[in-house]
Structures are given as structure tokens and as C-alpha cells.
């Protein structure tokens, strides 16, 4: 009996990649800094960022159907110039697929389905969308960044007691999909710390923020991961006066990041 189908060794393939975080911190900017993007937008906001640099994209898709046709005909394509898929946004996105659930079965909206069952079901147009952007990092060894906004809800921990913490504007069926798809999922925010003040009454705590980081081990404050062993925040490049070229370093150290384990 032959086991040459005995492997030793895993081809390294391009990451997918979650970037999520309070709007106005430039999660689009950072992620149009990977090389080689081509964005599929279902959101505004991209408008600002070309008048400075040619950036490919989609134009603002309306709908479902759309999204997936665009993402089949990248597939389709012979000698594809990108390096990376951009999706701005995961949240804007949502809708599109909740409107795609309720039309294939006859719903006004997805509560009319009774029980959460709507939601359930809108987990099958994810699932089309997340194997379709595995084939295009497996056939075309493409980058993929999902840009998302963030939310606060309350965390039940059955080990402590309940607490707040940022996660991905999703419902939670789709948010524990796109979570379990991903290489890192990484929280853009403000590094945040606390210097004493002399005040009227003495010394007190004040809370200051600094530079934007990249968080991306799960910790109590926030949802995130990565399947590389990096440290648990990574400085965003804020030097220069490039937007792209800051994002672009930011990339690179991130690469350097992985090279390294």
C-alpha cells in the first residue's frame, strides 16, 4: 500500500483578512494599500480617496445578484491584473443578502420567517459569497480584505461576569461565518492609555489616545485573531503625507510580522 499522498508540507496561500473598526479611522484607506487592490464596493466613500489616486473598483453595487456576478467574472478572468479584493463593506453587503433571502422566498422581511429562521437562511447566500472569494485566493492567489464597521454589545461570558465589547456590525450567524473564514480579523482603533493630571483635587487619571493600532489578539474590549502569532497590536504606519504609501508600509511591516514565525 503507497502513501506518496502523504503530504509534509502546506502551499502557502494569501490571507483573508477582516478590517473593522469606528467609522473615520481609514479602514478603506488601509485596506486599498495592500498590493494590487480591485474594490467591490457596496457602500459610499470612495470618492475622496481617487480624486488622489487611481483606485480599480466596482462602482456601488445595488444588489446581490450584481455582487456575485462580479465576483464570477473575476473568477473567469484570464490573467487577472489584481493582487488584492477589497469588499467595502461587510455591514453594506448585509442588507443585499437579506434582500436576496426574502425574494427567493416570497418574505417581506426576514422576521416574517418566525423564529430567527430568516436569518438562518440568509446564512446560505454568505456561505455562496465566502466560497467564491476562496476561489479567488485559491485559483488567482488573490489577497482578500473584508472591511467592516464595528459595534459594541454586551458579551455573555459563562466563566465571569458580562461585559461590552467591539465586534463586527454583523448578525451573529453571519459575524461567526466571516470570523471562521479569516486568517486575522483586526480591530483599527486608537491606542489607548491614561497619564496622571495635577488637578484642583490632587492627581487624578485622565485617558489619552494616541496613534491608530491594529488589535490583533481577542481580548475582553474587542473581537479579533490572526492564525500567525503576532503581537497583539501593530502600530499603523502615520508617517508621510502619502495616505497610500502609509498604508502600503503599514502592509509591509504586517508581512514582515508573518515572515518572521
Not at 486599498?32 to 481617487?50: A, C, V, Y
Not at 445578484?65 to 453594506?92: A, C, E, G, H, Q
Not at 472569494?133 to 459563562?158: G, W
Not at 508617517?239 to 511591516?253: L, S, Y
Request: glycine content about 6%; aromatic content about 8%.
Amino acid at each position: 500500500m503507497s502513501l506518496e499522498w502523504i503530504q509534509k508540507k502546506a502551499k502557502a496561500k494569501p490571507s483573508i483578512v477582516i478590517i473593522y473598526g469606528p467609522s473615520g479611522l481609514g479602514k478603506t484607506t488601509l485596506a486599498i494599500g495592500s498590493k494590487n487592490p480591485i474594490m467591490l464596493q457596496t457602500e459610499e466613500g470612495l470618492g475622496i480617496l481617487t480624486k488622489k489616486r487611481e483606485i480599480a473598483h466596482s462602482g456601488l453595487i445595488k444588489d446581490y445578484d450584481t455582487f456575485v456576478d462580479r465576483l464570477n467574472k473575476l473568477i473567469d478572468t484570464d490573467d487577472l491584473p489584481f493582487d488584492t479584493l477589497v469588499v467595502d463593506s461587510l455591514d453594506w453587503l448585509e442588507p443585499l443578502i437579506f434582500a436576496k433571502t426574502c425574494e427567493v422566498h416570497k418574505q417581506p422581511t426576514l422576521e416574517s420567517f418566525g423564529y430567527g429562521r430568516g436569518y438562518v437562511e440568509a446564512t446560505k447566500y454568505w456561505r455562496e459569497i465566502l466560497d467564491l472569494v476562496n476561489r479567488l485566493r485559491n485559483e488567482k492567489s488573490m489577497r482578500i480584505v473584508l472591511i467592516a464597521h464595528n459595534q459594541i454589545k454586551t458579551f455573555h461570558d459563562p466563566s465571569t461576569e458580562s461585559y461590552d465589547r467591539h465586534e463586527l456590525k454583523l448578525n451573529k450567524h453571519a459575524s461567526a461565518l466571516v470570523l471562521e473564514a479569516s486568517d486575522m480579523c483586526l480591530f483599527l482603533n486608537y491606542k489607548k492609555g491614561t497619564v496622571k493630571v495635577q488637578g484642583n483635587k490632587g492627581l487624578t487619571s485622565k485617558t489619552v489616545q494616541s496613534g491608530r493600532v491594529l488589535v490583533t489578539t481577542e481580548s475582553p474590549a474587542a473581537v479579533a485573531k490572526n492564525r500567525y502569532g503576532l503581537p497583539e497590536e501593530i502600530p499603523v504606519v502615520e508617517e508621510g503625507d502619502d495616505f497610500i504609501v502609509r498604508a502600503e508600509k503599514t502592509w509591509a511591516e504586517i508581512g514582515k510580522l508573518i515572515n518572521k514565525k
